[in-house]
């Protein structure tokens, strides 16, 4: 069977003026070999945070919270790393009469979970957006546990948490992420987990990812956001002790 010839042909249109006629196999080709070109990259994952607590009467420091800070996760340089990225929306001012500096931020950052991340936390990566004032996340939170969150309810979460420290020169209300600000955590994965079983846990409820935020008016409100919502815990907590019921039925 012959071929098609895929040669490059020229011809003269009625002006005169030379046209190159390029084959359909040759452009066939070029969209094949540039879709192999393509730098793959994976789309991290975004969470919103849901409030715990009502410090604040009005409800708006709940409100804006929800609305500003989200997580995103996606996979770090190799299988049993990945990455979370708390971040503040700029642009969202806490509203008050007279009109009020929204100067909100996350001071605190709290993983409770079973198995996955296993306390193990490869790096911490700060993005500040004042190169001249630094801020840092360690471990160890204060207070201990995120506030209106009772560990308790979870006696088989693990538990590692993050605090922010700042130059002394910093005032104490600005301390953390701020609007407009990102801080990663690079958490490498315990017991063969990858990824895609960070985000099913999540998902499920199996795991809980908290932030502790200050600062909402000129009351200076905190409030306690957890991913994910808690009507998700609660089905997945329902779930992992009907899985239970089931094996410890099929012993009997």
């Not at 004032?133 to 590692?160: K, N, R, T, V």
């Not at 701020?178 to 499920?204: H, Q, Y």
């Amino acid at each position: 069977m012959r071929l098609p010839s895929c040669s490059l042909r020229a011809f003269r249109g009625k002006d005169g003026m030379k046209i190159l006629k390029i084959p359909i196999c040759l452009v066939v080709v070029t969209l094949v070999l540039g879709a192999f070109s393509l730098p793959t990259q994976a789309n991290p994952t975004r969470y919103e945070f849901h409030c715990i607590t009502s410090n604040d009467p009005t409800g708006l420091a709940g409100s804006i919270g929800e609305s500003a800070f989200y997580l995103d996760v996606s996979p770090g340089s190799s299988s049993n790393e990945v990455l979370f990225e708390f971040g503040i929306l700029p642009g969202i001012p806490y509203p008050a009469d007279p009109p009020y500096d929204y100067s909100y931020f996350i001071r605190g950052i709290y993983f409770y979970d079973g198995a996955l991340y296993n306390g193990s936390i490869a790096q911490i990566i700060d993005y500040d957006s004042d190169p001249l004032i630094a801020i840092d996340f360690e471990p160890g939170a204060s207070p201990g546990h995120l506030p209106g969150f009772d560990p308790d309810d979870y006696p088989s979460l693990a538990y590692s948490a993050l605090i922010a420290t700042a130059d002394p020169d910093k005032e104490d209300p600005y301390w953390g992420i701020n609007p407009g600000e990102t801080l990663g955590v690079l958490f490498s994965l315990a017991g063969g987990n990858e990824f895609d079983d960070v985000i099913s846990s999540l998902n499920s409820g199996e795991s809980i990812i908290g932030v502790h935020a200050g600062g909402f008016g000129p009351n200076d409100y905190s409030e306690s956001f957890i991913i994910p919502a808690p009507g998700a815990i609660l089905l997945g907590g329902i779930g992992v002790c009907f899985v239970g019921w089931l094996r410890r039925r099929r012993t009997i």
